[in-house]
């Protein structure tokens, strides 16, 4: 069974500070993503990430698939970039349909 | 850009009364998944769907959940006899293959099903 834990699990920053969340897992992977939940709101997908890093404007992904390790970072962050953030893993055994989720990350960038 | 719809945005039903939800795929999209999520907790894995059948169920994908696609484009998630645990937000996601370069699932914005 996969376990994805999340670190941390609410955070809060100031405008214009650099962010970072973490996500840990317990078995292979063969994708990992990043996904953003606004509250109420649907699912969007930031990333899909199955080595190295990936850069979207101010937001970059990286993975590190020895240490079963992955960070989502936020430069320059806005009040518009309040949301969950939660990563979400497939495994390389066995099923290759579903996502395991984390619990997600609160983040409220204040002005 | 394409993208997954759901229908409706929110349904409220009474306890043991049936519901379907309905989602409508990329069109190029091959496979199809339901998730859902109780309010404060995290999103769980339902069932995956290929060629018309079920490739993959969790434990929380009991009897009283179905899945079809009956008309080609929409893809249906029914829930035979409610409970008030049912009370979630369901999640449709699709994806164009399981592997290689188009294996990212794309998510629907969530049917909101709330069991009285």
């Known amino acids: 069974k996969n376990e994805v834990e999340q670190s941390p699990q609410n955070l809060t920053a100031q405008e214009g500070e650099f962010i970072t969340i973490n996500c840990s897992y317990s078995?292979?992977?063969?994708?990992l993503h990043w996904l953003q939940q606004h509250p109420g709101g649907g699912i969007v997908s930031l990333f899909m990430l199955s080595s190295g890093k990936k850069k979207h404007g101010r937001l970059i992904a990286t993975i590190n698939i020895q240490e079963k390790h992955s960070s989502l970072h936020i430069t320059a962050s806005h009040p518009r970039d309040s949301a969950v953030y939660t990563c979400a893993v497939r495994s390389s055994g066995g099923s290759n349909y579903k996502l395991t989720f984390g619990k997600g990350t609160l983040l409220t960038v204040n002005p | 850009e394409p993208e997954v719809t759901q229908t409706p945005s929110h349904q409220v039903t009474q306890m043991g009364q049936e519901v379907i939800l309905r989602c409508v795929p990329i069109s190029n999209h091959l496979y199809f998944y339901w998730y859902r999520q109780i309010l404060g907790q995290k999103v769980e894995f339902l069932v995956s769907f290929y060629n018309n059948e079920i490739s993959e169920k969790s434990e929380i994908f009991d009897d009283q959940f179905s899945v079809e696609r009956p008309d080609g484009s929409n893809f249906t998630l029914k829930i035979r006899s409610t409970k008030l645990e049912d009370s979630a937000m369901y999640f449709c996601?699709?994806?164009?293959?399981?592997?290689?370069?188009?294996?990212?699932?794309?998510f629907g914005p969530g049917t909101r099903l709330t069991v009285l």
């Open positions: 996601a699709t994806s164009r293959a399981i592997s290689g370069g188009h294996n990212e699932q794309f």
């Open positions: 078995v292979g992977i063969s994708a």
